[in-house]
Nanobody, 116 residues
Framework: QVQLVESGGGLVQPGGSLRLSCAAS????????MRWYRQTPGKERELVAA????????NYADSVKGRFTISRDNRKNTLYLQMNSLKLEDTAVYFC?????????WGKGTLVTVSS
């Protein structure tokens, strides 16, 4: 079955960096567009970044453009999110997502806390 396992979250000071990873299994990763979402308590899940199956095209939320980079390694079935210049408002649980034929697959998420 489809499994998405995020890792790399933690506590970081404002201005710092983190790299999130999402290990994928149970499907043909190299054929799947992937996304990172984030969510804070009381708010809807927000799309952060998306990448095509080959990695040739990416898109970002305006709030993270220029600071975050989504990438993938199809040999390792792994999705990444490099987060630089982190801000307090980036604090959230970050989720890896794959959508197929109207079905959403989510990981359990990894918590990123930006605090001084």
């Amino acid at each position: 079955q489809v499994q998405l396992v995020e890792s790399g979250g933690g506590l970081v000071q404002p201005g710092g960096s983190l790299r999130l990873s999402c290990a994928a299994s149970g499907f043909i990763f190299s054929s799947s567009a992937m996304r990172w979402y984030r969510q804070t308590p009381g708010k809807e899940r927000e799309l952060v970044a998306a990448i095509t199956s080959t990695g040739g095209s990416t898109n970002y939320a305006d709030s993270v453009k220029g600071r975050f980079t989504i990438s993938r390694d199809n040999r390792k079935n792994t999705l990444y999110l490099q987060m630089n210049s982190l801000k307090l408002e980036d604090t959230a649980v970050y989720f890896c997502h794959r959508g197929l034929n109207g079905v959403d697959y989510w990981g359990k998420g990894t918590l990123v806390t930006v605090s001084s």
